[in-house]
């Protein structure tokens, strides 16, 4: 698998707790979660055994590139519509 994205209502915590260190601890090397009440999007990367190393949150207008596809994007503006 090369990314997983979850969008969260009331379970981003879970998503941010339990689901985040599972998804390093099994290597998955991209992991995004769209907050949907914020329109956030969190970007992890670099998984390990402690979690993810790289975390970045991306809002407004911005567009976002996929690791495993990096000719790949989507925007902010697409994922919230």
């Known amino acids: ?30 992991y995004w979660v769209v907050d949907s009440a914020a329109e956030v999007v969190e970007v992890h ?9 790289d975390v970045s949150w991306v809002a407004g207008a911005a567009t976002l590139t ?3 596809f990096p000719d790949v994007a989507l925007t902010t503006t697409e994922i919230f519509a």
């Open 1 to 30: 698998m090369l990314l997983l994205i979850e969008v969260a209502d009331i379970s981003l915590a879970y998503y941010r707790s339990t689901k985040l260190h599972l998804y390093a601890e099994a290597g998955i090397p991209e």
């Open 45 to 53: 990367r670099t998984p390990g055994p402690e979690g993810y190393r």
């Open 66 to 68: 996929l690791l495993a």
